[in-house]
């Protein structure tokens, strides 16, 4: 069943489990995850960057609305980083049941007007809004990008952002970034700012980049009130991995893409598996049909 951002995020919140957001760019990867979902009646959001609905065409949102219209399982068609007002319209035309609208980089104020202004559109339209406050990290080679250097959440700032705007969800900056971190470096999530800004506000806060922070941390973060955490490189991973392996495996005459792929969406199905536990999402469908 197709549900909005809103409605996906604030069960999860109440029920202090976080919600994958999978950036799931191809049909394999998709499949892959909502047939993990299903198995683990995990509530998932299916998110897509501006860049990755590029390659994949509009149409593919035909097959993605089709399959979340035949599932029990709860799921929110979610817009990743959309940049500008027709990027989102865009989305909403199209069906998505949630936008994000990133203003990060933008000065404070200016991050509000436009905030402010997307949020006016897409709750006419029943479509529910997140946005970031502070800068998620880059660490290079992703779809999703980022800065160089992270700017942290300030927890006030972070109140007077929401009352400003009417946001349904807010991604913080507590020292992730997108991609996976280079050898040597270990990320430190600033779990005290996350702990701050849950006694300020009350909506969902959200989570990019939690690819390669450790379990220990991200349990943490669920634990203190994060309801939802953008999941891309790890599902990409693996199965580039596993399809590297095939390609170079010696048989040259290995080339449909039914007998290619299934391998390789098994270990991205051993991923999202480990992430729904992590997350403490798996058996919480049925929270969706009261
Ligand atoms: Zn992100």
Excluded: W
């Excluded at 529910?128 to 800065?147: F, R």
């Excluded at 991609?179 to 990320?187: D, E, R």
């Excluded at 009350?202 to 203190?224: F, K, Q, R, W, Y």
């Amino acid at each position: 069943m197709l549900i909005t951002g809103k409605e996906i995020l604030d069960i999860a919140q109440k029920n202090k489990f976080a919600i994958p957001a999978f950036n799931a760019g191809s049909g394999q990867l998709f499949t892959a995850v909502m047939e993990t979902a299903e198995e683990m009646k995990a509530p998932f959001m299916m998110a897509i960057h501006p860049d990755e609905l590029s390659f994949l065409k509009d149409s593919f949102i035909g097959q993605v609305l089709y399959e979340c219209n035949h599932t029990k399982i709860p799921v929110c068609l979610h817009l990743d980083h959309g940049a500008n007002i027709k990027q989102v319209m865009h989305a909403i035309k199209l069906g998505f049941t949630s936008v994000m609208i990133d203003a990060s980089h933008k000065p404070f104020e200016e991050n509000i007007r436009i905030t402010k202004e997307i949020v006016n559109i897409a709750h006419l339209a029943g479509v529910s809004v997140e946005a970031e406050l502070g800068t998620i990290g880059d660490t290079g080679n992703t779809v999703e990008g980022g800065v160089t250097e992270i700017i942290y959440t300030d927890p006030l700032k972070a109140q007077e952002f929401i009352a400003e705007t009417g946001i349904d969800s807010l991604a913080i900056a507590i020292g992730t970034a997108h991609g996976i971190y280079p050898k040597n470096f270990v990320p430190k999530l600033r779990l005290d700012i996350l702990k701050e800004t849950t006694k300020l506000v009350d909506i969902p806060l959200v989570l990019h980049g939690g690819s390669s922070n450790s379990d220990t941390e991200i349990a943490s973060a669920v634990e203190l009130g994060i309801a939802k955490i953008n999941i891309s490189s790890d599902i990409k991973i693996c199965f580039a991995q596993k399809l590297r392996e095939l390609l170079n495996s010696g048989n040259s005459e290995i080339r449909e893409p039914n007998v290619l792929f299934p391998a390789c969406m098994l270990e991205t199905k051993k991923v999202a598996k480990q992430k729904i536990e992590l997350f403490k999402t798996n058996d919480k469908a049925g929270l969706y049909y009261l």
